[in-house]
């Protein structure tokens, strides 16, 4: 479906429109006034969301009935686009040629990211809605009135008419600038994103009041949170589930990267995954909130700014161990090269690990070869007993897993990450079997990519200030220690 700026200045044309391009130009400088004298500042103050997983039965979209297999599918299903996703992210600035439907997923392709629920709008326009958070995107946004056509959603769909605190914002705002955001007939900014799956999202760059629970009791009010109003979504994402994206990179749109946002956020956040599929709750904390265990080991490593190109929290992976043993790796293996593709990247809403191909290969024979002193030779690819990873193995009866399954370490420019078995394979007792929970990536263009699966039990905090730093710490994240 092509969906042009003539449609929207349409819907321009409508009293949601012209009362807040009025609005706007009364008070294009008094809502920054305002903002100053509502909100606490920083090293008083944060929040925490509650960071829900949606294979766990905490989360109000699970689906009791589906088999292990099938949400396993469901996993490999939703890191394929997901990659496709970072692939096209890395590759923008390179000379590869792109397909303008691949620079983001479809929303269907977040159906297992995390979940956060935030709390949109004044007045009657107020609304709590369930978004998809994303380490990998920049604006926020849902689905508002007037919305056609759009995905129907089960909480009703914001109204900008009946939120006091509502602006649409106009073309020479610094954040509307091309390809995402471009001027529309009517002097508002417009946004549009495609996705690979050849959905799209499109509607009005506007700033609204975000409410989150305050961790000293009561709420806080975020006024003036640039996010974007979508009134034209075409896609056929499945009624019953998160209404948007919570964006978080390090682009300045996102809202961790907002001015008007710092006050509350101190420019980090910080999560710590339990096993996936648990019922033991998760908390997305922000500024003040962050708190490390007492014995917590904690070590730091910069994030990568590149001055163009991606936006997402790349590192400088070093290299890796598998037990005590230290792997050879060519020098520049994980970097980012100078003509677009390659480094390293966390991504909470990959499931898995992915490593370059040639880098996996290197992993994949030093495990071979360590299980083949333990007389064990891989299953056969394709089998009946075939999950979807790449290597696989019968356990051993009467052996526990922790006494035939080696660790491994990511060593990070100034910090370990360690791995215990259970973040490196994926073990199936049911089935008596176990696979390595990481993918090779045979695209050039691709980046590599430290899952979910082996962020469990390590704290992350992300600081976006002063150039940036990852810190972690292997923590207990179940019990907080």
């Not at 600035?93 to 990211?113: A, K, R, V, W, Y």
Request: charged fraction near 15%.
């Amino acid at each position: 479906m092509s969906l042009s700026l003539k449609t929207l200045h349409d819907m321009e044309s409508s009293q949601i429109f012209n009362q807040h391009l009025i609005s706007y130009s009364v008070l294009i400088f008094l809502p920054v006034l305002l903002a100053t004298s509502q909100i606490i500042p920083p090293t008083k103050h944060g929040f925490s969301l509650n960071l829900i997983d949606p294979l766990s039965p905490l989360s109000p979209f699970f689906n009791p009935n589906l088999t292990d297999t099938e949400r396993f599918n469901r996993i490999l299903k939703s890191d394929r686009g997901r990659l496709r996703y970072l692939t096209s992210l890395n590759a923008g600035t390179t000379n590869f040629p792109i397909d303008p439907t691949e620079i983001q997923p479809g929303l269907s392709s977040h159906d297992l990211s995390y979940m956060v629920m935030t709390g949109i709008g004044t007045g009657a326009a107020f609304q709590n809605y369930y978004l998809h958070l994303d380490t990998g995107s920049s604006l926020t946004w849902i689905q508002c009135e007037p919305c056609h056509p759009c995905f129907q959603q089960q909480q009703p769909i914001f109204n900008p008419l009946n939120s006091p605190s509502y602006l649409s914002l106009m073309a020479f705002h610094p954040y509307c600038r091309s390809p995402d955001y471009q001027p529309g007939p009517n002097g508002l900014c417009h946004f549009s994103m495609f996705y690979a799956d050849g959905t799209s999202a499109n509607g009005i760059l506007s700033s609204e009041t975000f409410t989150f629970p305050s961790s000293q009791g009561g709420n806080i009010q975020v006024p003036n949170v640039v996010f974007g109003c979508t009134h034209l979504t075409d896609t056929d994402y499945p009624l019953g589930g998160p209404v948007g994206i919570f964006g978080l990179d390090l682009e300045q749109e996102s809202f961790i990267s907002q001015p008007s946002c710092a006050p509350v956020t101190g420019l980090r956040f910080s999560y710590c995954l339990v096993e996936p599929g648990s019922n033991i709750p998760m908390a997305l904390r922000f500024g003040a909130d962050i708190t490390w265990p007492p014995v917590a080991r904690v070590q730091q490593t910069q994030i990568l700014r590149f001055s163009t190109g991606p936006k997402q929290y790349y590192v400088n992976l070093t290299g890796i161990s598998i037990d005590d043993t230290s792997i050879y790796f060519a020098p520049g293996t994980f970097d980012r090269r100078p003509s677009g593709g390659g480094g390293f990247v966390l991504d909470s809403g990959s499931h898995f690990t992915y490593l370059p191909e040639l880098a996996y290969r290197i992993v994949r024979n030093a495990l071979v070869l360590h299980f083949q002193a333990r007389h064990l030779m891989p299953l056969v690819p394709g089998g009946d007993e075939d999950v979807g990873l790449d290597l696989c193995y019968d356990l051993l009866p009467n052996v526990d897993p922790k006494d035939l399954l080696p660790s491994m370490t990511f060593h990070f420019a100034g910090a370990d990450l360690p791995l215990f078995y259970e973040q490196v394979f994926h073990v199936d007792l049911h089935q008596q079997q176990f696979c390595l929970a990481m993918l090779p990536e045979t695209d050039v263009r691709a980046p590599g990519i430290l899952g979910a699966f082996q962020q469990v039990n390590t704290q992350f905090e992300f600081d976006t200030s002063n150039g940036g730093i990852l810190r972690m710490a292997t923590v207990d994240c179940a019990h907080g220690v």
